[in-house]
C-alpha cells in the first residue's frame, strides 16, 4: 500500500471511496464522485458509508456498489464486509485506489487498511495496524496534518493546492482531482418524486451539535412571517422520537408544531424524496445541518441560520461548510465569538452563557435573507 501521487490506476481500476453515515458528507464528496468517474470512465466505485445515507448512495450513479459500515443490522459485521469485499473483488479485481474522506473514524481507518489497495488517499494504517501511517512531506499530508481547515489563512498556508477552504475540494485535491475533472463547489443529490405537494418554505430547526441551534421562538417568528403573507410552510427532519434522541430537539419541535402555523412533514419521506421536497419549495431555512446541504445541491434558494458574523466567526465552521452558489444565504449574527473556532467545534454544545452568538441573531435578520432568496 503506497501514497497515492497520482500514478497511472490503469484502464479499469476499482476505487473505494470511505465516508460517514452523515448526510452533509455524503453530499459534499459528490464533487469527488463525479470526478472520479470523469478522470477514470471505465472505473468501479464502492462508496462506505452508512444506512442513514443508504437511499442517496444506492441511487447516486457514480456508485456501482455500496457497504454500510455505520448504522447496520447487529450480527457479523466482519461476516458481512467480508463477504462483500470477496464480491466485489471477484467482480472487479483488487483495489486500485482506496480514498478515506474521514479519517476521524477509527473504523475507517481500519477497514480502508483491510481493503489493501494499491494506494491510499488519506488516512490509513500500517499494515499490521499497529499505527497510522505517518504522514509525509508533500503538499497533500501537509493539508490533512492541519487542524485548523476553516481558518481564515488555511488558503493562504496550502495555496496553490487549494483556492478555498471548502470541504469539498479539499476532498477533491485528496483524489489528485482538478478542475478539469470535476467542479468541486457543485454539489449533486438524486433526487425522486416527493409524496405530497412541497409547502413553501421548508424549516429545519435541528441539529446532532447543540451549539448550532436558534431559538425554537424566533422560528415560530418566521413561520408566522410567512404565513402572513400567504405562505405555506413545513417542518423537515426524522421521526420525532428520532429528533428527540439524537438532534436535540427535546420538546421543541413538538411545541413549534403546536403554536406554530407550520405542516409536521417530520419522518415523511426517504432522502431522494426529501431532496425532491426542496426542489419544489421556493425557500429554505435550515440550521447548519444535512438538510441544508440537500437543499441547496438541488438549487433550492436557500437561508442559512449559521450562527457566525461578518468575518465568519461563530458556532459552524463556515468557510469550510458552507455550500457556495448564488441561490445560497447568509443570515449572519450581529455578535463575535471565538469559543467555538478556538474549540475547532468539537463542543457539542455552546460553552458561552446566553448562547450570544445564536440568541442575538434577530428574527429581523433572518426575514432579511428569506426575503432575498424569495426575490
Known amino acids: 500500500m503506497e501514497p497515492f501521487d497520482d500514478q497511472p490506476l490503469g484502464a479499469r481500476p476499482h476505487i473505494a471511496v470511505f465516508s460517514s453515515d452523515k448526510v452533509g458528507n455524503f453530499v459534499v464528496i459528490t464533487p469527488l464522485l463525479r470526478g472520479l468517474r470523469r478522470k477514470y470512465p471505465d472505473c468501479a466505485i464502492d462508496f462506505f458509508g452508512g444506512e442513514i445515507t443508504r437511499d442517496f448512495e444506492e441511487a447516486c450513479p457514480h456508485i456501482d456498489a455500496r457497504c454500510s459500515l455505520y448504522g447496520g443490522e447487529p450480527g457479523d459485521f466482519l461476516g458481512r464486509l467480508t463477504a462483500f469485499l470477496t464480491a466485489r473483488r471477484a467482480e472487479a479485481g483488487p483495489y486500485a485506489l482506496a480514498i478515506n474522506c474521514d479519517e476521524f473514524s477509527e473504523l475507517n481507518l481500519v477497514v480502508v487498511t483491510a481493503v489493501a489497495p494499491r494506494y491510499i488517499a488519506g488516512g490509513a494504517l500500517t499494515s499490521d495496524f499497529r499505527r497510522r501511517l505517518p504522514r509525509r512531506d508533500d503538499p497533500v499530508d501537509r493539508l490533512l496534518a492541519d487542524d485548523d481547515w476553516n481558518g481564515a489563512d488555511f488558503v493562504a498556508r496550502h495555496a496553490p493546492l487549494v483556492g478555498s477552504n471548502y470541504i469539498g475540494e479539499i476532498f477533491c485535491r485528496l483524489a489528485r482531482l482538478d478542475d478539469t475533472h470535476t467542479d468541486p463547489f457543485r454539489t449533486e443529490v438524486p433526487i425522486a418524486p416527493p409524496p405530497f405537494v412541497p409547502p413553501d418554505v421548508l424549516l429545519h430547526v435541528t ?20 404565513a402572513a403573507r400567504g405562505l405555506s410552510v413545513g417542518l423537515l427532519g426524522h421521526r420525532a422520537e428520532i429528533e428527540r434522541r439524537l438532534y436535540n430537539a427535546g420538546g421543541d419541535e413538538d411545541w413549534l408544531v403546536a403554536n406554530a402555523p407550520v405542516a409536521d412533514l417530520r419522518g415523511e419521506t426517504k432522502l431522494t424524496e426529501l431532496a425532491g421536497v426542496f426542489a419544489g419549495a421556493r425557500v429554505a431555512v435550515c440550521v447548519d445541518a444535512g438538510p441544508m446541504h440537500i437543499a441547496a445541491a438541488v438549487g433550492c434558494p436557500t437561508v442559512a441560520v449559521f450562527g457566525v458574523d461578518a468575518d465568519g466567526d461563530g458556532a459552524s465552521p463556515l468557510r469550510l461548510w458552507a455550500p457556495r452558489g448564488p441561490h445560497f444565504h447568509l443570515a449572519l449574527s450581529p455578535t463575535k465569538c471565538r469559543v467555538c473556532v478556538e474549540h475547532r467545534f468539537r463542543n457539542r454544545d455552546c460553552l458561552v452563557a446566553g448562547h450570544p452568538c445564536m440568541a442575538d441573531l434577530s428574527v429581523g435578520r433572518v426575514i432579511e435573507a428569506l426575503e432575498r432568496a424569495i426575490g
Open 207 to 226: 441539529t446532532t451539535r447543540g451549539a448550532k441551534l436558534w431559538p425554537i421562538a424566533n422560528w415560530a417568528a418566521v413561520a408566522a412571517w410567512c
